[in-house]
């Protein structure tokens, strides 16, 4: 989804209430997607993971709405720099560390579980690749597939862990089928439209190891009556971050 241009100084930074975003070495520049997860993901957990951190958005959000220990993975050495240089100059830097690794050598390292596991994954599978290597790999399910992901959590969440990701509609039957082969169970799950009259966008999905007897199913609408015209509900899950909410 878009950047919003209200909060975007150029590609340099993105301010936000508590924290700033500088991201002008990362690929993948903070966007719709990353906020809308990051506010919606449930906040209940002492230690949370975040895969492919990027700029740090998603540490930096569940560090402002938790008083969880986070740790950040990032294969890409620029995006890992960007995300200590942003989480060093935020308030929650004592709580949350980077590491420059790859999901399969952070797995063969750690021995952690953690309460959850939030991500917003690249999906642009055999997407052409850009000039640019660091936004190919940042775009690209190549580099962090959606196999690797569930295998890893199916090992690394705790009896009540979760996992929290971000997915384009049409992804959503995949996604699904991979939690029940690993023993996952869709707990929370909320439709994305841009619009009332466009199609569903984007899916966020939080699935765990426990079993809700019901799965809590959401709308949410981000604009209506016009561009940034945002809706009620889209303002309300965002306004403790963005600046002018």
């Known amino acids: 989804m878009r950047k919003s241009k209200n909060y975007l100084v150029g590609n340099r930074y993105f301010q936000f209430k508590?924290?700033?975003?500088?991201?002008?070495?990362?690929?993948?520049?903070?966007?719709?997607?990353?906020?809308?997860?990051?506010?919606?993901?449930?906040?209940?957990a002492s230690n949370i993971l975040d895969l492919g951190t990027g700029t740090g958005l998603l540490a930096l959000m569940m560090a402002q709405r938790s008083g969880a220990q986070i740790t950040a993975i990032e294969?890409?050495?620029n995006a890992a720099?960007?995300?200590?240089?942003?989480?060093?100059?935020?308030?929650?830097?004592k709580r949350i560390s980077v590491l420059n690794l790859s999901l399969e050598e952070f797995a063969k390292q750690t021995q952690t579980t953690f309460d959850l596991i939030i991500t917003n994954p690249p999906y642009f599978s055999n997407?052409?690749?850009?000039?640019?290597?660091?936004?190919?790999?940042?775009?690209?399910?190549?580099?962090?597939?959606?196999?690797?992901?569930?295998?890893?959590?199916?090992?690394?969440?705790?009896?009540?862990g979760r996992i929290s990701l971000v997915l384009p509609y049409d992804r959503l039957t995949?996604?699904?089928?991979?939690?029940?082969?690993?023993?996952?169970?869709?707990?929370?799950?909320?439709?994305?439209?841009?619009?009332?009259?466009?199609?569903?966008?984007?899916?966020?999905?939080?699935?765990?190891?426990?079993?809700?007897?019901?799965?809590?199913?959401?709308?949410?609408?981000?604009?209506?009556?016009?561009?940034h015209q945002y809706a009620k509900e889209y303002i309300n899950l965002t306004k403790d971050f963005y600046l002018k909410m």
């Open 18 to 44: 508590k924290f700033r975003i500088s991201q002008e070495k990362c690929a993948m520049k903070v966007g719709t997607d990353g906020v809308l997860l990051g506010a919606w993901t449930g906040s209940l």
């Open 75 to 77: 294969i890409d050495k």
């Open 81 to 93: 720099l960007q995300a200590r240089k942003n989480i060093q100059e935020s308030e929650w830097n």
């Open 127 to 160: 997407s052409l690749k850009s000039k640019n290597d660091s936004r190919t790999l940042a775009r690209n399910a190549d580099s962090l597939s959606l196999n690797e992901i569930f295998d890893f959590e199916s090992k690394a969440l705790t009896k009540n």
């Open 174 to 227: 995949h996604v699904q089928d991979l939690c029940e082969k690993k023993n996952l169970f869709t707990q929370r799950i909320c439709y994305v439209f841009p619009t009332p009259e466009k199609e569903i966008s984007r899916v966020m999905i939080e699935a765990g190891r426990l079993k809700n007897d019901t799965v809590i199913e959401e709308n949410l609408i981000i604009e209506k009556n016009g561009r």
